[in-house]
């Protein structure tokens, strides 16, 4: 495996960095240095994608933020550039943060800011239940301790499901039929520009889905989508900067969920994006100005031992 997927282009400079699983797979991820690590005590931000998307779900995110910040992009295993898992019985919340914990040890990262978007954002959870004194900030994308059954059924619906495209307007085309109820108001550059952050182009010639569709195996088990007591994990950030950003539209965290997060931590902000579903993209207004104050406060904080 290669670069950028055919088709898309690096926003700013980035590193390819790959590290070792506990089970052998080869991880990968995209590593934009910023400023943090020359003496101003900024974290890295470290940001870790849906069930079925990859590291190009953050490129704006990175570009807006890497002059300033540095953000490191996680591919879970299964997608994008990392390996795929010889049992597909590890494509499960709990292996995904025993990966980013392998990942924060071989950088050695001992603090850093966390972004999670839907799976993201579960594996944010967990990783607060086992390393909270590492998190300097979080920010949950549109999921939280308990999952809509409407919004779960239609993920099971999908996922897994091998698409393939001769052409990306095609691909656009496609992932358009399926979203248009998520994002209500995209044009054609806006569906082009997400189908060529879903697919990538095979050897074949073929435009298709960058992920192992061995993921669904797990996902399918009830229980499996989310892990145990998410809510005694979302717990772990009571004293933790945390920002939950919710879609207006969407079926995957219900507004009373979301408020219900937001009453349980001491230091949380909640955030709802309009005229969006699951999930926002973080470049709506709402979003970009929300990630800001979370970061100004890391920002002005100090480190604790």
């Known amino acids: 495996m290669g670069g950028p997927a055919a088709g898309t282009q690096p926003l700013s400079a980035y590193e390819n960095r790959y590290w070792w699983s506990n089970d052998e797979v080869r991880l990968h991820c995209r590593d934009y240095p910023g400023r943090s690590g020359d003496?101003?005590?900024?974290p890295p931000i470290v940001c870790i994608p849906g069930l079925t998307r990859n590291a190009r779900d953050f490129e704006d995110v990175a570009e807006r933020l890497?002059?300033?910040?540095?953000?490191?992009?996680v591919n879970l295993r299964g997608r994008g550039e990392s390996g795929y898992a010889k049992d597909p019985m590890s494509y499960v919340p709990l292996t995904y943060v025993q990966?980013?914990?392998?990942?924060?040890?071989?950088?050695a990262i001992d603090r850093y800011v966390a972004f999670g978007t839907s799976l993201g954002g579960i594996v944010t959870m967990l990783l607060a239940g086992t390393g909270r004194e590492k998190l300097a900030g979080v920010l949950l994308n549109d999921?939280?301790?308990?999952i809509e059954p409407a919004g779960l059924?239609?993920?099971?619906s999908y996922v897994g499901r091998a698409n393939t495209w001769p052409?990306?307007?095609h691909a656009a085309r496609g992932v358009q039929e399926a979203n248009g109820d998520v994002y209500p108001h995209y044009g054609v550059e806006e569906w082009l520009a997400m189908a060529k952050r879903l697919y990538r182009l095979n050897s074949s010639g073929r435009i298709v889905l960058d992920y192992d569709m061995k993921i669904a195996e797990p996902f399918r088990v009830p229980g499996n989508e989310a892990g145990p007591d998410m809510w005694r994990a979302l717990d772990a950030l009571k004293e933790v900067p945390t920002l939950i950003l919710r879609g207006a539209r969407s079926d995957v965290l219900s507004a009373a969920t979301a408020e219900k997060m937001a009453k349980r931590l001491d230091r949380a902000e909640l955030v709802t994006v309009p005229d969006v579903g699951h999930t926002p993209t973080l470049t709506e207004p709402e979003a970009l100005a929300a990630i800001e104050r979370l970061l100004d406060r890391v920002a002005k904080e100090p480190a604790t031992a």
């Open 167 to 169: 052409t990306w307007m």
């Open 39 to 42: 003496g101003d005590g900024r």
């Open 153 to 156: 059924g239609r993920i099971r």
């Open 66 to 73: 890497s002059p300033d910040w540095r953000v490191i992009i």
């Open 143 to 146: 999921v939280g301790p308990e």
């Open 99 to 107: 990966d980013v914990e392998a990942l924060l040890a071989e950088l």
